[in-house]
Every structure is written in C-alpha cells, then in structure tokens.
Nanobody, 126 residues
C-alpha cells in the first residue's frame, strides 16, 4: 500500500514562489512515476506536472498553463517528489494533490494514477 503526504502549501502574493513536497512510503519509490494535479474551486481536478521513474529517465511533462513557471523533481533517497512553483498567479489557487502511478513513463490521465495524497491548499493573493 502506498501512502502520500503533501506539504508546503500556504498563502502567497502574486508573483511569489512556493515549493510543495510529497513524501511517499510503501513501495520502492524510484521505480514509479509521480504526478501533481490540482483542483480549483468549482472546477474539476486537472493535470499539472509529472515525472517518470528513474529507470525511464526521470523525464518530465507539464501542462501549458504552468510550463516555464513550475518545476517537478524527485529525490529518490528521500522518497520525495517536489513541485517548485514560481511566478504564481491568482488562478493557480487550488488544492494540489500528489499522485503515484504504477507505470514507468509519462501520463497526464488521472485514471492512470492509483494512489493520491490528501492535498495541500495553495492560495495566491492578487
């Protein structure tokens, strides 16, 4: 059983930065892909970023609305995936979720991620 716990959310002014962390336990972290998703008030959960397993090269993919501002990374020694968020905008306000995928490569599809953290709130003030 995989367990995920996010941290690092909070309130920040527009243009500011936050770094989210997601600590994983339960399986060999390096073998699996990880992702970040978010759900804004009144909207459905949407893809933000993903990183493949180390064996698949640790490649990354981003949604268009965060490309160039957010960076996903992983530290296999700490079983942790990060989301560095820069140049934050009010429209980035959402609950951010970490997710684990039983697959090696990249995917944006929510249905391919089998384990989810409880989420962490990010609020960007204008």
């Amino acid at each position: 059983q995989v367990q995920l716990v996010e941290s690092g959310g909070g309130l920040v002014q527009a243009g500011g930065s936050l770094r989210l962390s997601c600590a994983a336990s339960g399986r060999t972290f390096a073998y699996y892909s990880m992702g970040w998703f978010r759900r804004a008030p009144g909207k459905e959960r949407e893809f933000v970023a993903t990183i493949s397993s180390t064996g698949a090269g640790g490649t990354t993919d981003y949604s268009d609305f965060v490309k160039g501002r957010f960076t996903i990374s992983r530290d296999n020694a700490k079983n942790t995936v990060y989301l560095q968020m820069n140049s934050l905008k009010p429209e980035d306000t959402a609950v951010y979720y970490c997710a684990w995928r039983d697959g090696l490569g990249l995917s944006r599809r929510i249905s391919t991620f089998g384990y989810w953290g409880p989420g962490t709130q990010v609020t960007v003030a204008s």
